[in-house]
T-cell receptor, first 113, second 118 residues
Framework: DGGITQSPKYLFRKEGQNVTLSCEQN?????MYWYRQDPGQGLRLIYY???????QKGDIAEGYSVSREKKESFPLTVTSAQKNPTAFYLC????????????FGSGTRLTVV | AQTVTQSQPEMSVQEAETVTLSCTYD???????LFWYKQPPSRQMILVIR??????QNATENRFSVNFQKAAKSFSLKISDSQLGDTAMYFC???????????????FGTGTSLTVIP
């Protein structure tokens, strides 16, 4: 079945450590996105990529980094520079333009301990 | 800047009844798309319904329909014959179109938590 796989489902990180969240899709979608979800704030865009080897910052990119070396993969690294990293992270993909909406993964819950 | 407002943080409805979730948005654009997404307790976002702004006809998907009022910038979601599986967080989203066709972005509201009571 086609879809988006995010792993792991739960992730714990010590303060000062970088951590990478995985996102893989087999939908042959060109565009991929990372969102952060906090209670009462909806979804906020971190980074997005329209094509391989290209990506742009979203509204809250500080403290995060991404890469897009393959069409299927768009990993997100939460660096130690992110001051409040505990959150739920959602990855999404779409055909170019996203006019039919995004397909979302099941998310990763990151907790800093 | 585009903003999406969902003024009802929480709502409840009796099973088999009808409920309407409100959404308003602010934009100076004329061409855009609107969406409703559902996020059940599993937390996976599921597309419920989609509306193209240039179409006057309201979109319908089975028990889900919208009331799209372009002049009022309102996009409410009506759920008929509510079922227990409809219990979820519902997000309204606005998509601004850019001329290149790429880089279109979603703007999400803060969500409405809907509980269907048996």
């Amino acid at each position: 079945d086609g879809g988006i796989t995010q792993s792991p489902k739960y992730l714990f990180r010590k303060e000062g450590q970088n951590v990478t969240l995985s996102c893989e899709q087999n939908l042959n979608h060109d565009a991929m996105y990372w969102y952060r979800q906090d209670p009462g704030q909806g979804l906020r865009l971190i980074y997005y990529s329209q094509i391989v080897n290209d990506f742009q910052k979203g509204d809250i990119a500080e403290g995060y980094s991404v890469s897009r070396e393959k069409k299927e993969s768009f990993p997100l690294t939460v660096t130690s520079a992110q001051k409040n990293p505990t959150a739920f992270y959602l990855c999404a993909s779409s055909t170019q333009g996203g006019l039919y909406g995004y397909t979302f993964g099941s998310g990763t819950r990151l907790t800093v301990v | 800047a585009q903003t999406v407002t969902q003024s009802q943080p929480e709502m409840s409805v009796q099973e088999a009844e009808t409920v309407t979730l409100s959404c308003t948005y602010d934009t100076s654009e004329n061409n855009y798309y609107l969406f409703w997404y559902k996020q059940p307790p599993s937390r996976q976002m599921i597309l419920v319904i989609r509306q193209e702004a240039y179409k006057q006809q309201n979109a319908t998907e089975n028990r889900f329909s919208v009331n799209f009022q372009k002049a009022a910038k309102s996009f409410s979601l009506k759920i008929s014959d509510s079922q227990l599986g409809d219990t979820a967080m519902y997000f309204c989203a606005f998509m601004k179109l850019v001329s290149s066709g790429t880089g279109n972005q979603f703007y999400f509201g803060t969500g409405t938590s809907l509980t269907v009571i048996p």
